[in-house]
């Protein structure tokens, strides 16, 4: 009788086609398609830069997407810490030698694209701590010192980002880590004190950000304080996601768009641009199909016999619902403005990158969802 490990290698070519989640792969789709038209429109309607590089970009990227989801879920399981320290290095290089763009140091230039690290780290991280929880006892984890490494995994991305300086990015980066460790069973009691002392260390941690980061805290509470200098973002997006209505004034037809009203609309602030054109009905249609994505993951997470597996799918569900509700959150003046890419449809090499690698690995466990890993 073969075992479920030789089983799993056995499968055929077809077989594993067969066993592709075609639901979740349309959705993927769509919203690439969705993003594409969105990005055509911020170009004012015409391909040019923007549209042409981001249409391209999902195209390559898709179509890395189903290549690597070929790849036995033993491999990503294999280079959990080497990607990790890959990034981390990475990382470690953009902060010393890196392209400075709009005051920060966080892109590596290849020529033909600038890489984000920070971007890649939303992805190492979950793989490196799924790999390590893989192999420890549910009655160890909670041990302090059985704490000390994924806390260590998880706080030197955080600081290298920080330097660079980029404080939304590593928030992200630090709760796709902590969910990773609320998943892997550590007792709720961690979680409390490390809020406790957030709590406590706020004023001190402010006190060491960066003027334009200040800023942007105060003009959360207060955007109309300066209506034309750091509030002029957040209240132009409030005043295009208000004027959608309830169907949306077109495609091709958002006025703050078109007239130049919003600026950095084609990257976090692209579901402004959306939801001029598409309204809340358009919008309430994205969101389902983010949830259905979701839904998809979380569902190959609980066929899947690994727990390394298990761990990786339910974190990264739980880390494209982070993303989308900060992105959202953010455009619509919830929280204060912190760089977070809408996944897939915010224009980003890196952003779409990672979040592709991602779908890969969550591939990868359906297809070899049988798959033991010892």
Same mark, same amino acid.
């Given at each position: 009788?073969?075992?479920?490990?030789?089983?799993?290698?056995?499968?055929?070519?077809?077989?594993?086609?067969?066993?592709?989640?075609?639901?979740?792969?349309?959705?993927?789709?769509?919203?690439?398609?969705?993003?594409?038209?969105?990005?055509?429109?911020?170009?004012?309607?015409?391909?040019?830069?923007?549209?042409?590089?981001?249409?391209?970009?999902?195209?390559?990227?898709?179509?890395?997407?189903?290549?690597?989801?070929?790849?036995?879920?033993?491999?990503?399981?294999?280079?959990?810490?080497?990607?990790?320290?890959?990034?981390?290095?990475?990382?470690?290089?953009?902060?010393?030698?890196?392209?400075?763009?709009?005051?920060?140091?966080?892109?590596?230039?290849?020529?033909?694209?600038?890489?984000?690290?920070?971007?890649?780290?939303?992805?190492?991280?979950?793989?490196?701590?799924?790999?390590?929880?893989?192999?420890?006892?549910?009655?160890?984890?909670?041990?302090?010192?059985?704490?000390?490494?994924?806390?260590?995994?998880?706080?030197?991305?955080?600081?290298?980002?920080?330097?660079?300086?980029?404080?939304?990015?590593?928030?992200?980066?630090?709760?796709?880590?902590?969910?990773?460790?609320?998943?892997?069973?550590?007792?709720?009691?961690?979680?409390?004190?490390?809020?406790?002392?957030?709590?406590?260390?706020?004023?001190?941690?402010?006190?060491?950000?960066?003027?334009?980061?200040?800023?942007?805290?105060?003009?959360?509470?207060?955007?109309?304080?300066?209506?034309?200098?750091?509030?002029?973002?957040?209240?132009?997006?409030?005043?295009?996601?208000?004027?959608?209505?309830?169907?949306?004034?077109?495609?091709?037809?958002?006025?703050?768009?078109?007239?130049?009203?919003?600026?950095?609309?084609?990257?976090?602030?692209?579901?402004?641009?959306?939801?001029?054109?598409?309204?809340?009905?358009?919008?309430?249609?994205?969101?389902?199909?983010?949830?259905?994505?979701?839904?998809?993951?979380?569902?190959?997470?609980?066929?899947?016999?690994?727990?390394?597996?298990?761990?990786?799918?339910? =974190?990264?569900?739980? $880390?494209?619902? %982070?993303?989308? *509700? /900060?992105? #959202? &959150?953010?455009? !619509?003046?919830?929280?204060?403005?912190?760089?977070?890419?809408?996944?897939?449809?915010?224009?980003?090499? =890196?952003?779409?990158? $990672?979040?592709? %690698?991602?779908? *890969? /690995?969550? #591939? &990868?466990?359906? !297809?070899?969802?049988?798959?033991?890993?010892?």
């Amino acid at each position: 009788m073969l075992s479920q490990f030789s089983y799993s290698d056995q499968l055929t070519f077809f077989q594993k086609i067969r066993s592709f989640d075609y639901l979740l792969l349309s959705c993927i789709l769509l919203i690439g398609i969705i993003s594409s038209f969105a990005m055509y429109s911020t170009d004012g309607g015409e391909l040019l830069y923007h549209s042409k590089s981001h249409i391209l970009r999902f195209i390559i990227f898709f179509l890395m997407m189903i290549f690597l989801s070929f790849l036995n879920i033993k491999f990503w399981h294999s280079i959990g810490y080497t990607f990790y320290i890959i990034i981390l290095g990475l990382l470690l290089l953009a902060s010393i030698y890196g392209v400075t763009a709009s005051g920060s140091q966080r892109w590596i230039s290849l020529y033909f694209i600038n890489i984000q690290p920070s971007e890649l780290m939303k992805i190492a991280i979950i793989i490196c701590l799924a790999k390590y929880y893989h192999r420890s006892q549910i009655n160890n984890i909670n041990n302090l010192m059985d704490l000390l490494i994924p806390i260590t995994i998880l706080i030197l991305p955080i600081l290298l980002v920080i330097s660079q300086p980029d404080l939304g990015t590593s928030i992200l980066i630090a709760l796709t880590g902590f969910v990773v460790l609320w998943l892997a069973g550590i007792n709720i009691k961690y979680f409390i004190y490390s809020s406790l002392i957030l709590v406590i260390s706020l004023p001190f941690v402010i006190s060491f950000l960066k003027p334009y980061q200040k800023l942007r805290i105060l003009t959360f509470f207060d955007p109309d304080k300066d209506p034309l200098g750091a509030g002029y973002q957040i209240i132009q997006s409030k005043i295009a996601v208000g004027s959608g209505g309830l169907y949306g004034k077109g495609f091709l037809k958002g006025t703050q768009s078109y007239l130049e009203f919003l600026p950095e609309k084609h990257t976090d602030f692209i579901f402004t641009l959306y939801s001029e054109e598409y309204g809340f009905l358009g919008s309430i249609f994205l969101l389902l199909i983010y949830a259905i994505i979701i839904f998809r993951i979380l569902r190959i997470g609980m066929i899947s016999r690994s727990f390394f597996a298990k761990i990786f799918c339910f =974190s990264f569900a739980s $880390a494209i619902f %982070i993303y989308i *509700s /900060v992105n #959202m &959150s953010m455009v !619509l003046g919830l929280v204060p403005i912190v760089g977070s890419p809408l996944p897939i449809m915010s224009y980003g090499g =890196s952003s779409m990158l $990672a979040t592709m %690698i991602g779908f *890969s /690995v969550v #591939m &990868s466990c359906k !297809l070899y969802n049988k798959q033991l890993i010892s």
